[in-house]
């Protein structure tokens, strides 16, 4: 049969592969536990959502909704879906349609894969992981200030740092209605230095061109009117509750009223932590209110917000990490003769793995000597070797793969009767880890 050619993956959507696993799993492991000191439980939503959800609570003239989405029409029924570009609104359309407020406020998050049609570069992929962390029905501003705090928690239980934080507040429906009569005057003034996607804007969201990444418009960006000056009592007082209970925490953060956030949705409260150390895209972190979506999508008016880390930014950041100290997850590797040797070997695996151990036994063919390479390069403490003179004597040789005083014993293979060989391994085990 001719070769056939290789299919590769979707670019822009990558692979997990078994090598970085470990650093996966360990980072999964402390997000778990750090959402669940804050009271916050998990909610699973589906990843396909119909499209008409995104459009609605993300809004219609935003880059995720006009060019990034990744929409389709099921051929078998006809629905417009879209594979979720984030997680907000699939959370808050699954809070209305179980009516889970409707006995107070909720705090939820996810994990998992989103989807967004952009350009690929490093940091930037169109299947990316989020942490997504949602408070539904809290005017804040505490809980506004828990989101912040509990950030800067979770970069310090990490090792990551230095990351700064960058606050903002949008005010209300009524206040960015006001500033935005005037940014349209102040970019009319200046329609000629504006570029194309600008100038698209100009008229159906003007607020986003104060985020375009366009050098060319940074003058103007900079001088036009600031909507911290179009914010009224409420507003400022809940800015100023924030930064009050930010500042009293000890969070270092500036205020930069030009952060205005890529969806539609948000109100009062918006921030973005960023790093230095990974390039151009170096928010690991965004997030803010948005009282509006609940309505928006079909539910009671009703307060929230939220913010989604970008989980492969924060691992990019964690890797850097030397000094990160992640278990191979194999406590013990198995190596037998084959032959006779092989199911007391596989048995024997079984009654370590009994007594709670992480066991890999040897499978195949391979001589002894190459399988204790793969034991070591397994990372186990120990290897349990099943010769054949072994098995004649009713026993197996242990012997310590990683030198240490509490592996001493077990320097030089050391024989074994192999029904005390699972006792041995955990009193050597638990010598190891107590080091
Ligand atoms: P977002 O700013 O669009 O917010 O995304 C949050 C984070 O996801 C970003 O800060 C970044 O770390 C990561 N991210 C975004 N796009 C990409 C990409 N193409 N490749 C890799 N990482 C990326 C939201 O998604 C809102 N739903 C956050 C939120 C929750 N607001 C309220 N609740």
Same mark, same amino acid.
């Given at each position: 049969?001719?070769?056939?050619?290789?299919?590769?993956?979707?670019?822009?959507?990558n692979?997990?592969?078994p090598?970085?696993?470990?650093?996966?799993?360990?980072?999964?492991?402390?997000?778990?536990?750090?959402?669940?000191?804050?009271?916050?439980?998990?909610?699973?939503?589906?990843?396909?959502?119909?499209?008409?959800?995104?459009?609605?609570? %993300?809004?219609?003239v935003?880059?995720?909704?006009?060019?990034?989405?990744?929409?389709?029409?099921?051929?078998?029924?006809?629905?417009?879906? =879209?594979?979720?570009? *984030?997680?907000?609104?699939?959370?808050?359309?699954?809070?209305?349609?179980?009516?889970?407020?409707?006995?107070?406020?909720?705090? &939820?998050?996810?994990i998992g894969?989103v989807?967004r049609?952009?350009?690929?570069?490093?940091?930037?992929?169109?299947?990316?992981d +989020?942490?997504?962390?949602?408070?539904?029905?809290?005017?804040?501003?505490?809980?506004?200030?828990?989101?912040?705090?509990?950030?800067?928690?979770?970069?310090?239980?990490?090792?990551?740092?230095?990351?700064?934080? *960058?606050?903002?507040?949008?005010?209300?429906?009524e206040?960015?209605?006001?500033?935005?009569?005037?940014?349209?005057?102040?970019?009319?003034?200046?329609?000629?230095?504006?570029?194309?996607?600008?100038?698209?804007?100009?008229?159906s969201?003007?607020?986003?061109?104060?985020?375009?990444?366009n050098?060319?418009?940074?003058?103007? &960006?900079?001088?036009?009117?600031?909507?911290?000056?179009?914010?009224?009592?409420?507003?400022l007082?809940?800015?100023?509750?924030?930064?009050r209970?930010?500042?009293?925490?000890?969070?270092?953060?500036?205020?930069?009223?030009?952060?205005v956030?890529?969806?539609?949705?948000?109100?009062?409260?918006?921030?973005?932590?960023?790093?230095?150390?990974?390039?151009? +895209?170096?928010?690991?972190?965004?997030?803010?209110?948005?009282?509006?979506?609940?309505?928006?999508?079909?539910?009671?008016?009703?307060?929230a917000?939220?913010?989604?880390?970008?989980?492969?930014r924060?691992?990019?950041?964690l890797?850097?990490a030397?000094?990160?100290? %992640?278990?191979?997850?194999?406590?013990?590797? #198995?190596?037998?003769?084959?032959?006779a040797?092989?199911?007391?070997?596989?048995?024997?695996?079984?009654?370590?793995?009994?007594?709670g151990?992480? #066991?890999?036994c040897?499978?195949?063919?391979?001589?002894?000597?190459? +399988?204790?390479?793969?034991?070591?390069?397994?990372?186990a403490?120990?290897?349990?070797?099943?010769?054949?003179?072994?098995?004649?004597?009713?026993?197996?040789?242990?012997?310590a793969?990683?030198?240490?005083d509490a =592996?001493?014993?077990?320097?030089?293979?050391?024989?074994?009767?192999?029904?005390? &060989?699972?006792?041995?391994l955990v009193?050597?085990?638990?010598?190891t *880890?107590s080091?």
């Open positions: 049969m001719a070769t056939q050619r290789k299919i590769a993956g979707v670019r822009g959507m692979d997990l592969l090598a970085d696993a470990a650093l996966v799993e360990w980072f999964e492991a402390r997000v778990a536990d750090w959402v669940r000191s804050y009271g916050y439980r998990q909610i699973r939503t589906p990843i396909v959502e119909y499209t008409e959800l995104f459009v609605r609570g %993300i809004g219609e935003t880059d995720i909704v006009e060019k990034e989405m990744y929409s389709f029409e099921d051929r078998l029924n006809g629905e417009r879906l =879209t594979m979720r570009p *984030e997680f907000t609104a699939g959370t808050v359309r699954a809070a209305v349609e179980h009516n889970l407020v409707y006995d107070g406020p909720k705090r &939820v998050w996810s894969p989807f049609h952009e350009r690929p570069q490093r940091g930037r992929y169109r299947q990316f +989020q942490v997504n962390v949602e408070a539904l029905g809290f005017a804040g501003p505490d809980i506004d200030a828990e989101h912040i705090v509990m950030l800067a928690r979770l970069w310090k239980t990490l090792g990551i740092g230095p990351v700064r934080l *960058e606050i903002n507040c949008l005010g209300q429906a206040e960015r209605a006001r500033h935005r009569v005037d940014l349209i005057a102040h970019f009319e003034r200046h329609a000629d230095r504006l570029d194309d996607d600008a100038r698209r804007r100009l008229h969201n003007p607020l986003r061109i104060l985020d375009t990444k050098p060319a418009l940074a003058e103007v &960006v900079a001088a036009a009117p600031r909507i911290t000056d179009y914010l009224g009592a409420a507003s007082a809940h800015f100023e509750g924030l930064q209970l930010v500042g009293a925490a000890g969070i270092a953060y500036s205020v930069n009223p030009r952060l956030r890529g969806l539609d949705y948000y109100n009062l409260t918006v921030f973005e932590w960023i790093t230095d150390a990974l390039g151009a +895209q170096g928010t690991i972190c965004g997030g803010g209110r948005y009282d509006p979506l609940i309505e928006r999508v079909g539910g009671k008016p009703t307060p917000c939220g913010y989604a880390i970008g989980v492969a924060v691992l990019e950041l890797g850097a030397a000094d990160l100290e %992640i278990g191979s997850g194999t406590d013990i590797y #198995v190596v037998h003769q084959g032959g040797t092989a199911e007391p070997a596989f048995l024997l695996a079984e009654s370590i793995r009994d007594r151990l992480d #066991v890999v040897h499978a195949g063919d391979a001589s002894l000597k190459s +399988q204790m390479k793969r034991a070591d390069a397994s990372g403490e120990y290897a349990v070797i099943v010769g054949e003179s072994e098995v004649a004597a009713g026993a197996a040789a242990i012997k793969l990683r030198g240490s =592996t001493a014993a077990y320097a030089e293979q050391r024989i074994v009767p192999l029904a005390q &060989v699972p006792d041995a009193d050597a085990m638990t010598v *880890e080091e």
